[in-house]
T-cell receptor, first 114, second 111 residues
Framework: AQSVTQLDSQVPVFEEAPVELRCNYS??????LFWYVQYPNQGLQLLLK??????LVKGINGFEAEFNKSQTSFHLRKPSVHISDTAEYFC????????????FGAGTRLFVKA | EAQVTQNPRYLITVTGKKLTVTCSQN?????MSWYRQDPGLGLRQIYY???????DKGDVPEGYKVSRKEKRNFPLILESPSPNQTSLYFC??????????FGPGTRLTVL
């Protein structure tokens, strides 16, 4: 069965520092992988996605993620964060075949301090 | 403007009073889905639909019903709401395998 684990529930970081938000998944079939961001009192919007091809995926706002099939991970990184990156980040996995059932991680709250 | 709309945005109701939360998308997406968001649990999928008249259960379908009679609409029905269904609900839509576009959310309180 699919599952998604976001290894950190909260990540505090200073402005302009690098950050990594970790995501591990388990699945017995091929998967599509996503990172979404949720700003306070808003819905979710896509940061980036991995469907196939290059394992290094670039998204909006300077974020990138690397798909590691052997470690079943999809960690999100940004080399230099801004105050405006303060938000909750969700990793999500969809089955690549069939029904597209989607599993979300519990979320990581990124708090960027001045 | 391409969007997913949900109504109502806020709802306070009492136990046992049937309610419907509507969801509509104007992007001609085949796939639509309902999630609930609870603190510390992330988003959990309630039901999803691959196309008109094709629906399937997600991880937490108990106490909910859905229907997909038209491609653009995917209402969520709570026949007899209970306090444990108090939550923030999101509707989403996408093309197959693509990113999901989320509605603004419906905050439901069941007393």
């Amino acid at each position: 069965a699919q599952s998604v684990t976001q290894l950190d529930s909260q990540v505090p970081v200073f402005e302009e520092a690098p950050v990594e938000l970790r995501c591990n998944y388990s699945s017995s079939v091929s998967v599509y992988l996503f990172w979404y961001v949720q700003y306070p009192n808003q819905g979710l919007q896509l940061l980036l996605k991995y469907l196939s091809g290059s394992t290094l995926v670039k998204g909006i706002n300077g974020f990138e993620a690397e798909f590691n099939k052997s470690q079943t991970s999809f960690h999100l990184r940004k080399p230099s964060v801004h105050i405006s990156d303060t938000a909750e980040y969700f990793c999500a996995v969809s089955e690549g075949t069939g029904g597209f059932k989607t599993i979300f991680g519990a979320g990581t709250r990124l708090f960027v301090k001045a | 403007e391409a969007q997913v709309t949900q109504n109502p945005r806020y709802l306070i109701t009492v136990t046992g009073k049937k309610l419907t939360v509507t969801c509509s998308q104007n992007m001609n997406h085949e796939y639509m889905s309902w999630y609930r968001q609870d603190p510390g649990l992330g988003l959990r999928q309630i039901y999803y639909s691959m196309n008109v008249e094709v629906t399937d259960k997600g991880d937490v379908p108990e106490g909910y019903k859905v229907s997909r009679k038209e491609k653009r609409n995917f209402p969520l029905i709570l026949e007899s709401p209970s306090p444990n269904q108090t939550s923030l609900y999101f509707c989403a839509s996408s093309f197959y395998g693509g990113e999901q576009f989320f509605g603004p959310g419906t905050r439901l309180t069941v007393l």
